[in-house]
């Protein structure tokens, strides 16, 4: 079945720097990449996302990045604040599915020390 | 408006106990998913639901696992002889349609099976 590996797992960052989170996966089929934000106690949040027809999107501090030939994408954030301390997940829709059938990462520890 | 909610929050029950867990997706959203977090880990689908139906049950674990929706909103996922590899935390997610939208989680239920 579909894999994602996600890299790494725990960051830590001062604040005001930036934070790059790397994921790659083995399925060709996938075109949707939803990056969600999980706080303690709560369910995940999604944050980002992309699709295969695109290489870069941007949303204020965040933007996602997809090379499809390599199989890889990455999140960014730019001048990290401590409220950005969460775990991250990368994801995608294992075997190209036309719904929501997301195969997730890991998970990255993210720490913005103020 | 409210979001996604489940219940209950927390479930602790005895190996071989049957447990049932519920779902209230957004209203209006005809899609739901069920996804199980292990400690530390990434997210694993379960089980998705359009509308009343699930077209999609390959994540769910054995045949002790088992999932209905009724009048196309609430969920209730039902593990039946409960074993202690089933504890982990249960999360639901809705979205407004069927296809690659944004999925909008619960809190999850925390379940540990003694």
Redesign the interface.
């Known amino acids: 079945g579909e894999n994602?590996e996600?890299h790494p797992s725990t960051l830590s960052v001062q604040e005001g720097d930036s934070a790059v989170i790397k994921c790659t996966y083995s399925d060709s089929a996938s075109?949707?990449f939803?990056w969600?934000k999980q706080e303690l106690?709560?369910?995940?949040?999604?944050i980002i996302?992309i699709?295969s027809n695109v290489g870069e999107k941007k949303d204020q501090r965040i933007a996602v990045t997809l090379n499809k030939t390599a199989k890889h994408f990455s999140l960014h954030i730019t001048e990290t604040q401590p409220e950005d301390s969460a775990v991250y997940?990368c994801?995608n829709?294992?075997g190209g599915?036309?719904?929501?059938?997301?195969?997730?990462?890991?998970?990255t520890i993210l720490t913005v020390h103020p | 408006g409210a979001g996604?909610s489940q219940s209950p929050s927390n479930k602790v029950t005895e190996k071989g106990k049957d447990v049932e867990l519920r779902c209230d997706p957004i209203s209006g959203h005809t899609?739901l998913?069920w996804?199980r977090q292990s400690l530390?880990?990434?997210?694993?689908?379960l089980i998705?639901f359009?509308g009343n139906s699930a077209?999609?049950k390959s994540?769910l674990p054995s045949d002790r696992f088992s999932a209905e929706r009724t009048g196309g909103s609430v969920s209730t996922l039902t593990i039946q002889r409960t074993q202690q590899e089933d504890s982990a935390v249960y999360?639901c997610?809705s979205?407004l349609g069927?296809?690659?939208?944004?999925?909008?989680?619960?809190?999850?239920t925390r379940l540990l099976v003694l």
């Open positions: 994602v996600q075109n949707y939803p969600y106690g709560k369910g995940p949040q999604l996302d699709r997940f994801a829709n294992a599915t036309s719904y929501g059938k997301l195969t997730f990462g890991q998970g | 996604v899609a998913y996804y530390g880990q990434g997210l694993e689908f998705y359009q077209p999609d994540g999360l997610a979205s069927s296809g690659l939208e944004t999925q909008y989680f619960g809190p999850g």
